[in-house]
């Protein structure tokens, strides 16, 4: 079982930046893979980055690509997410999640995230 919490969220401008912590704990942090996810009412639960057990491969949506970057800090159990030119469309409740561990490989599929924190909101005013 791996329990997660999130911090880092808050009100900020159009353009400006945040950095979301993601703080994991019931296993080692380098067996599993993690992801952020974030949830609107306008667009549901969308995928926004993933990180390998190692930190050595990422993924992002294509939205977020040259903006957002995520990493992850093993020897502490923490992952990040620093969001930087954040724009109203970004505004969303964040989730940290993290898979099994059970593959070599990573995705950008919820339901292969069955670990999953209670999220952080994040709004951003134009």
């Known amino acids: 079982q791996v329990q997660l919490v999130e911090s880092g969220g808050g009100l900020v401008q159009t353009g400006g930046s945040l950095k979301l912590s993601c703080v994991a704990s019931?296993?080692?942090?380098?067996?599993?893979?993690m992801a952020w996810f974030r949830q609107s009412p306008e667009k549901g639960r969308e995928f926004v980055a993933a990180?390998?057990?190692?930190?050595?491969?990422?993924l992002y949506e294509d939205s977020v690509k040259g903006r957002f970057t995520i990493s992850r800090d093993n020897a502490n159990n923490m992952m990040f997410l620093q969001m930087d030119s954040l724009k109203p469309e970004d505004t969303a409740v964040y989730y940290c999640?993290?898979?099994?561990?059970?593959?070599?490989?990573?995705?950008?599929?919820?339901?292969?995230?069955?670990?999953w924190g209670q999220g952080t909101q994040v709004t951003v005013t134009s």
């Open positions: 999640a993290a898979d099994r561990g059970s593959n070599w490989y990573f995705t950008r599929v919820e339901d292969d995230y069955p670990y």
């Open positions: 019931g296993r080692p942090s380098g067996s599993f893979a």
């Open positions: 990180v390998s057990k190692t930190g050595s491969s990422v």
